[in-house]
């Protein structure tokens, strides 16, 4: 309704249609599950009661193990959600199909990449808990700058031009602003590569942190309880 009535009182020329945002908004809410706002609660609960010392004696990759725990975390209830979602609002609330066959595509992939980023992402909130415990700080603070950075609460079209380049830079545009502007044809299908590039420097990136810091967490750890 906000947006609804920000485009029936404005006349100036605006980067995005009423129709494009109606999009935005129900593809947001589709594929929220896949937000990594939240600690892994197995993960923070064996960190609490030390049973995480376990994890460190078997014969595995622990941050493998922890990203795959993720991406099943959020694949999961992202699935179960976007369906009844996606239904509804095709029928009765305005949302569309996409643009065409290769923005179909295009989308896709970049959800696939918007997926892997948010779980390297939530992977970093999991290694904070070896020194925060608890978790709830970090989550607030990432919470924050997802839904502002990332187009959930404004999509980032609508923002001034002077905030773009802090938005092209960030990671976070790489999970809700790319993957939704290629499902309705905002950006080109053609224009995919350069989406892709930008969330897997940004993965690649986050996992080389993630691994750096497990690597010092796991080194001196010290295990409350158990």
Not at 5 to 16: C, K, L, N, T, V
Request: proline content about 8%.
């Amino acid at each position: 309704m906000i947006f609804d009535a920000f485009y029936r009182s404005s006349s100036a020329p605006q980067p995005m249609t009423f129709e494009e945002v109606v999009n935005y908004v129900w593809l947001g809410q589709a594929l929220f599950a896949m937000l990594p706002f939240s600690v892994d609660p197995e993960i923070r609960g064996k960190i609490r009661d030390g049973s995480v010392a376990y994890e460190l004696v078997r014969p595995l990759d622990l941050y493998n193990f922890w990203f795959c725990r993720a991406v099943a975390t959020r694949f999961a209830p992202t699935l179960l959600r976007s369906m009844p979602i996606f239904l509804v609002a095709l029928l009765f609330l305005g949302l569309q199909l996409p643009a065409s066959p290769a923005a179909t595509g295009a989308w896709i992939l970049a959800t696939v990449g918007a997926l892997l980023l948010s779980c390297a992402i939530s992977n970093l909130i999991n290694i904070s808990l070896m020194w925060t415990i608890a978790g709830e700080g970090i989550v607030t603070l990432v919470a924050a700058c997802l839904f502002v950075f990332s187009g959930m609460v404004v999509p980032l079209p609508l923002f001034p031009e002077w905030a773009m380049p802090l938005f092209d830079f960030l990671p976070f545009r790489g999970i809700v602003d790319l993957p939704f502007r290629l499902y309705m044809g905002h950006i080109p299908p053609e224009e995919l590569f350069p989406v892709l590039r930008h969330q897997l420097l940004w993965i690649a990136a986050l996992v080389i942190l993630g691994r750096w810091l497990l690597a010092r967490g796991t080194r001196r750890l010290v295990v409350q309880g158990g």
